[in-house]
């Protein structure tokens, strides 16, 4: 039992991991400004985001003439319609703050993706997918001056989902709600 004790908080230190500051200056915020950031993304084996797109998209225009370009549009849109929502709602709910993108409020948070496990759903096998981000926190007076820097590692989330917008969505909420109890947390 201490043995299945222990895996469970390695894992747990493996999700978020503070590597620069504290998180005090969060006491008693009601609301922080977020914005998002996916430069320099890497996604699953294929490395650099436009190799992955590229491989993709001619992967659907070789298979349906014609829907390279939408899928690509689509992965672009998933951002606004499914990761940052599914984020936000559960950072909030985990953390009472609540974050909006255009709020004039003290401190901003900044989600840098930085890795996207796309996971599959064929037939009857279905791959989690995952993420990986780097929260910077900023006074929004000081924009150059990092306050806080987490990272979190591997966060999985829907397996077993056809669409591949919503599978990586469901990494997203789950990273919202690891990082809003891990703010409640540390925030005191």
Do not use: C
Not at 97 to 104: F, R
Request: proline share 1%.
């Amino acid at each position: 039992m201490l043995l299945a004790g222990s895996m469970a908080a390695g894992t747990q230190l493996q999700a978020q991991d503070l590597v620069k500051g504290d998180l005090k200056f969060l006491k008693g915020v009601k609301e922080i400004t977020v914005t998002y950031n996916y430069d320099n993304l890497t996604v699953g084996k294929d490395g650099k985001e436009a190799t992955y797109i590229k491989r993709r998209k001619t992967e659907k225009e070789a298979k349906t003439p014609g829907t390279g370009v939408a899928w690509e549009e689509s992965w672009y849109n998933d951002r606004q319609v499914h990761y940052q929502p599914k984020f936000n709602e559960l950072f909030s709910k985990y953390s009472d703050i609540k974050v909006s993108e255009d709020s004039t409020a003290k401190y901003i948070m900044e989600v840098h993706t930085t890795f996207i496990e796309v996971g599959y759903s064929v037939a009857v096998a279905s791959g989690k997918a995952a993420v990986n981000l780097e929260i910077i926190f900023y006074d929004a007076a000081d924009k150059k001056k990092v306050l806080s820097k987490i990272m979190l590692n591997d966060i999985e989330g829907g397996k077993g989902i056809f669409a591949t917008g919503i599978r990586i969505g469901e990494a997203y909420a789950k990273a919202g709600k690891v990082l809003g109890k891990f703010v409640a947390k540390k925030a005191k």
